[in-house]
């Protein structure tokens, strides 16, 4: 089997839609003062862990309320890091959700351990009533993931953790400037993760993760785990991995630090718009919101439809970027067929994979955008 890039086909297809998931040329469009920064960086030639990157971590641990901020190579690596930094090995389990991206599951595996699975709730997230069921003799900690930048229901999940004495990550790679109960998301657990990827609220020129904590010794044992567990040039602690945050990348991410509220803020005002456009249609879905406790940030905006795939050749065929995320739960993956997981193990999760769609809700949104959205979904329950 040949397995080839898929991506540049997929960029060229979407780009030519007129209502867009991708914004970047939009969210970029000043990069000559980005390049400028980044050319002060080839002068200096501190490519790798240089002065941008202890800025942006100071600047980023101040955002999400936290005290340490290490930056790495991509939100993945942060997870898998935070794993390793806990001492997640094999034999180990983890307690998670199937609704998710690979990365949550992948850094799991790839730490040593085994992903246990715990249906979700009407938020989408993890749901805490059935997380107990899942604990045995063997598993380490909970991965909770704050899906659409939706926090989940920490306070809950805190409580399990700490009567059968495990730890938590948390998942925020969706989750930037999102808050529970008025602290940052990312602030609870041992470790925070978070993702830059192109796509998402705060993001970079490629890939690019921060691992944050309260943490003292976490944090030194992350700063050793991703950079070749080198306590200074000469010394080695421990033998690690090279997952450094790009010198270049922490510009970028500098650079839009300066813009993070408003991008939160357009995101939640442009997902609030369709959620009072679309909650008087019978055939659509909109998850319960809690703003009283929760700030989501919507990196993903997702409702359920029904007749979902029909609607998205609809919606694509008006020009309108229709995304499914995601159509197979994790439980129901080639790659999870060794953990014995069928169909109809979790329920919710899949009833939500067969119905769920997103719709774009970035910052460059317009109005008027919003409104032809909107009634291409009401032509087509007509």
Not at 7 to 32: I, S
Not at 96 to 115: D, K, N
Not at 339 to 355: N, R
């Amino acid at each position: 089997m040949a397995i080839a890039n898929f991506l540049p086909d997929q960029y060229e297809t979407t780009g030519k839609l007129a209502v867009n998931h991708n914004y970047l040329g939009d969210q970029f469009a000043d990069y000559d003062a980005i390049l400028a920064k980044i050319g002060e960086v080839v002068r200096r030639g501190d490519f790798t862990l240089g002065r941008a990157v202890d800025d942006f971590e100071q600047r980023y641990a101040a955002t999400v309320g936290v005290k340490h901020a290490i930056g790495v190579g991509s939100g993945t690596d942060a997870l898998f890091l935070s794993l390793k930094a806990l001492g997640v090995g094999p034999g180990d389990e983890i307690v998670t959700t199937p609704f998710t991206f690979f990365a949550t599951i992948g850094a799991i595996v790839t730490a040593g351990a085994r992903p246990v699975f715990v249906d979700i709730g009407s938020d989408y997230n993890i749901d805490p009533a059935r997380i107990e069921a899942a604990i045995t003799p063997r598993t380490k900690g909970i991965l909770p993931v704050h899906w659409s930048g939706c926090p989940c229901d920490m306070d809950a999940i805190q409580a399990i953790a700490d009567k059968h004495g495990l730890f938590i990550v948390e998942d925020a790679c969706h989750a930037i400037t999102a808050t529970y109960k008025g602290r940052g998301a990312g602030s609870f657990g041992a470790f925070g993760c978070f993702s830059m990827h192109p796509l998402k609220n705060l993001n970079v020129w490629g890939d690019g993760g921060i691992a944050c904590t309260n943490s003292d010794a976490l944090a030194d044992k992350m700063r050793l785990l991703r950079n070749h567990g080198l306590k200074d040039r000469d010394h080695c602690e421990i033998f690690a991995y090279n997952s450094r945050l790009d010198t270049v990348q922490a510009v970028v991410a500098n650079h839009l630090m300066d813009k993070l509220d408003n991008i939160s803020t357009k995101r939640i005002e442009h997902a609030a718009y369709f959620d009072a456009a679309l909650q008087s249609l019978p055939q659509v879905i909109i998850p319960k919101r809690n703003d009283n406790v929760i700030r989501q940030v919507y990196h993903i905006y997702s409702l359920r439809f029904e007749r979902r795939d029909e609607l998205q050749k609809f919606l694509t065929a008006r020009g309108i970027d229709a995304k499914v995320h995601y159509p197979i739960p994790m439980h129901l993956q080639p790659a999870a067929s060794a953990y014995g997981y069928k169909p109809g193990d979790f329920p919710a999760a899949e009833a939500l994979c067969a119905s769920t769609l997103s719709l774009p809700v970035h910052e460059f949104i317009t109005r008027e955008q919003q409104d032809y959205v909107i009634a291409a979904i009401r032509e087509f329950y007509r």
